[in-house]
C-alpha cells in the first residue's frame, strides 16, 4: 500500500517565477491538506481539499493556491515567488476530517 | 486559534534513558496526533490519540482533553529516536480539522 507521494522531493526556483508541486495520497484517502514548514519551526496549515474543493485555508496569501482533481491527487501553486517562501512543503491526506493524517516526505522549495 | 506549547525545546539524552515530552493546548480538541520527523524531513505517525492512553514498544502517549495536555513517553531511548517530534491537535473550533503543530521537541540520544 504505497503512502502519500510527493513530487519533486527538491526544487529551485528564482524570485518572481511560479511553481506547481504534487500530492498523491494514501489508498482510500480522500482530503488533503498541505503545510508549509520553515526552517526550525513547525507546519503551517495551507489549505486543505475535499471533494475537489478548498474546505479550509490558513493564514496564506492568494500568491498560494491548489486543486484537487477527481483521483484526489492534489497540486499546490504559488505565483510570484518570494525569498521568504524557502520552505519544506507537505501533503497530509486523511479519510474525511478529525480523523488521522499521514504526510508525505515533502517538496523543499529553495527561492533564489 | 489553538495555540500549542511544547516542552522541553530541546531534550539531550544518553542512550537507555527515559524521558517524557509534554504538549500543552489552549482550547477543546478532538483529535491529537504525535509525529516524529526525521533528520529528512518526513513526519512519521507516532500516535493518534485524542484522548486516553495508547502503546507502542517503546513509546507510549496519553491524552488528557479535559486537561488540555498530552504526554509521549519514550522509554530505553536509542540512537535512532533522535529528531523532531511534533504534537498536532485537530482545531476544533469551525474548522475541518487541520492539525496545529507546536513547535517541536528537539531530541538528542547519545551513544
Known amino acids: 500500500d504505497a503512502g502519500v507521494t510527493q513530487s519533486p522531493t527538491h526544487l529551485i526556483k528564482t524570485r518572481g517565477q511560479q511553481v506547481t508541486l504534487r500530492c498523491s495520497p494514501k489508498s482510500g484517502h480522500d482530503t488533503v491538506s498541505w503545510y508549509q514548514q520553515a526552517l526550525g519551526q513547525g507546519p503551517q496549515f495551507i489549505f486543505q481539499y475535499y471533494e475537489e474543493e478548498e474546505r479550509q485555508r490558513g493564514n496564506f496569501p492568494d500568491r498560494f493556491s491548489g486543486h484537487q482533481f477527481p483521483n484526489y491527487s492534489s497540486e499546490l501553486n504559488v505565483n510570484a515567488l518570494l525569498l521568504g517562501d524557502s520552505a519544506l512543503y507537505l501533503c497530509?491526506?486523511?479519510?474525511?476530517?478529525?480523523?488521522?493524517?499521514?504526510f508525505g516526505q515533502g517538496t523543499r522549495l529553495t527561492v533564489v | 486559534g489553538i495555540q500549542v506549547e511544547q516542552s522541553p525545546p530541546d531534550l539531550i539524552l544518553q542512550e537507555g534513558a527515559n524521558s517524557t515530552l509534554r504538549c500543552n493546548f489552549s482550547d477543546s480538541v478532538n483529535n491529537l496526533q504525535w509525529f516524529h520527523q526525521n533528520p529528512w524531513g518526513q513526519l512519521i505517525n507516532l500516535f493518534y490519540?485524542?484522548?486516553g492512553t495508547k502503546q507502542n514498544g517503546r513509546l507510549s502517549a496519553t491524552t488528557v482533553a479535559t486537561e488540555r495536555y498530552s504526554l509521549l513517553y519514550i522509554s530505553s531511548s536509542q540512537t535512532t529516536d533522535s529528531g523532531v517530534y511534533f504534537c498536532?491537535?485537530?482545531?476544533?473550533?469551525?474548522?475541518?480539522?487541520?492539525?496545529?503543530f507546536g513547535k517541536g521537541t528537539k531530541l538528542s540520544v547519545k551513544p
Open positions: 490519540i485524542p484522548s
Open positions: 497530509a491526506s486523511s479519510s474525511g476530517f478529525y480523523t488521522e493524517a499521514f
Open positions: 498536532a491537535p485537530g482545531d476544533y473550533g469551525g474548522s475541518q480539522g487541520n492539525l496545529i
